[in-house]
């Protein structure tokens, strides 16, 4: 990935020392923005970007902005400053002056910037990509400034002007003086205070019940005007300088009567760790007023907690962990934490929809209840409603213990006078699944579903499985299977591909006997985004069965 920047050209490389295990922000080495990522994922400068657009004089503008081979990692303010030096005039951007750059989301850069015409200062959103952003990207910056617009309530921060120039699409709207809950959240858990003690308490419990319900009405607000936020979270709430949250970055949000063309691309928009199960598996038909539900749920058990309800170390394993397993109990990470209001938080995080509280209003007065000291309407799950649960989502985990409990009982009558099996040594790699997905960000499908096969198969009690290590550095290379299974010292090699269209998936899988070049088995699974984790279990099923059956026609495999 190179930097696009048209002012960047000269400037010197420099690398600035950040916090050990936090990456480093890319800036741009001229006036020390922080770089902006396309689709393509190339890095570009958003405000130099605009300059080019607005100043004539320095860049021509029938050209596309130049790439530049240097950049600066951010580390100090003092790095930035010196950067900034020779780039002090506010960029003129029609009727606004654009101040500073203050915050930025997934559909575009915010500015302070001052309005000439009413002398006032104001915050200004920029969409990110300027002239070469796409049309859904267009429709969904657009999307957010209309929903915004048409709420007039004191949480939310009011929309003033939509416009558009020079192919740059922005709106301006009221500027909160304050900062964003997770900047918040972020200088708790690293202790940042002025204090000398050098540490900062987290948000007290009763502070995070009130704020929650402060916002619960907001977005009871946005319901009964039929709009639905669909990406709370605590980046999307600011807070003000007496600590009064308003909610912005309506660019997911949807009119509930509607159904758009953009709703119906099916696109899954929004932030895994706080997205609701229904919104993470592309079910758009089933958002409602309980997707807003979840997202105050787990901004709650963040306050609560200091961590948010799933977080694992991709998008895919985020979202397989939403999708599959059941958050901690509050109590369990903080013990200063009751168990009305966890029960409150778990009821707002149920998977099912219909199992949370009907609307936003119901989750507020429930709310009110815990901090009146008066009994709630939230029920806490019991042993049979947890065991229910895990059948629901593990059905065919529960078939095959089922399964085995019986072949258990059965065997056991006669297992005595059977000889032990004969193990034999057996071994396979995995290659790196190929995406085939119009999208090259599905990528992590593919990865993540190898990763879960070869989980799979190393509990398998003697089979030797190549780790992931190992077979990486095979992926988009020319395969010629049976050197890599000499490389790699294994008897059996599996190669695979995904390919993601909305919310169907295709998996094609192929098992092959690299010592005669024979194949043992191929398959081809056709399933919903949301059955996807099954097929990891049935492909790993495949395999052994396979392998059992190499082995009885002489070939090296797995006896159960």
Request: hydrophobic share 35%.
């Amino acid at each position: 990935m190179e930097p696009a920047c048209p002012h960047a050209m000269h400037a010197e490389v420099k690398t600035i020392a950040r916090p050990e295990g936090r990456p480093p922000p890319m800036v741009c080495a001229h006036c020390g923005s922080r770089f902006t990522f396309s689709n393509d994922r190339r890095r570009f400068c958003i405000h130099c970007l605009l300059r080019s657009v607005l100043d004539q004089d320095d860049v021509d503008p029938g050209k596309r902005p130049q790439q530049s081979d240097h950049e600066v990692i951010a580390g100090d303010s003092s790095a930035v400053a010196s950067a900034k030096a020779d780039n002090r005039t506010p960029i003129e951007f029609g009727d606004y002056e654009l101040l500073e750059e203050i915050g930025r989301g997934s559909q575009g850069v915010v500015y302070r910037a001052r309005q000439k015409s009413l002398n006032r200062i104001v915050a200004l959103k920029v969409i990110a990509l300027g002239h070469w952003a796409t049309e859904p990207h267009v429709k969904r910056f657009r999307r957010e400034a209309e929903a915004a617009a048409r709420l007039n309530h004191p949480g939310i921060v009011p929309i003033y002007e939509v416009g558009e120039r020079d192919g740059a699409c922005y709106f301006s709207m009221g500027l909160v003086e304050g900062g964003q809950l997770d900047a918040m959240l972020e200088s708790g858990r690293r202790g940042d205070t002025d204090s000398s003690r050098g540490e900062r308490e987290p948000i007290p419990i009763r502070s995070a019940v009130e704020l929650i319900v402060k916002l619960a009405r907001t977005v009871q607000y946005a319901h009964e005007h039929n709009i639905l936020h669909r990406d709370i979270k605590p980046g999307n709430i600011l807070l003000d300088a007496k600590g009064e949250p308003h909610l912005t970055d309506f660019g997911l949000a949807r009119l509930v009567e509607t159904e758009s063309t953009v709703t119906r691309t099916r696109e899954v928009l929004g932030t895994p760790s706080y997205m609701a199960p229904e919104q993470a598996a592309g079910e758009t038909t089933k958002l409602g007023k309980a997707t807003d539900v979840y997202g105050l749920g787990a901004v709650l058990y963040q306050l609560l907690t200091g961590h948010p309800p799933f977080a694992g170390g991709t998008t895919y394993e985020t979202i397989r962990l939403l999708l599959n397993t059941e958050p901690r109990k509050p109590r369990a990470l903080n013990r200063k934490i009751d168990r009305e209001l966890s029960t409150i938080c778990l009821k707002c995080l149920e998977k099912d929809p219909k199992r949370r509280y009907s609307s936003a209003l119901a989750l507020t007065e429930d709310l009110e209840h815990w901090l009146k000291h008066e009994p709630i309407q939230a029920k806490p799950s019991g042993f049979f409603t947890h065991g229910r649960k895990w059948v629901r989502r593990n059905p065919s985990t529960t078939v095959l213990v089922t399964l085995l409990v019986a072949l258990a009982i059965g065997l056991s009558v006669t297992v005595w006078n059977r000889k032990p099996a004969v193990l034999i040594s057996k071994s396979i790699a995995i290659l790196p699944f190929e995406n085939l997905s119009p999208h090259p960000d599905s990528a992590y499908l593919a990865d993540g579903i190898q990763e879960e096969i070869l989980t799979r198969l190393a509990n398998i009690a003697d089979l030797r499985v190549i780790s992931h290590t190992s077979t990486r550095h095979y992926q988009s290379k020319p395969r010629n299977l049976s050197e890599i299974a000499k490389q790699l010292g294994v008897a059996n090699v599996l190669e695979g591909s995904v390919q993601k269209i909305a919310d169907q998936v295709r998996v094609n899988v192929r098992l092959v006997n690299a010592q005669t070049d024979s194949h043992l088995w191929a398959d081809t699974y056709d399933r919903k985004l949301t059955d996807i984790f099954g097929v990891e279990s049935e492909i790993s099923k495949r395999i052994v069965h396979s392998l059992q059956v190499a082995k009885r026609s002489g070939g090296a495999g797995l006896r159960s």
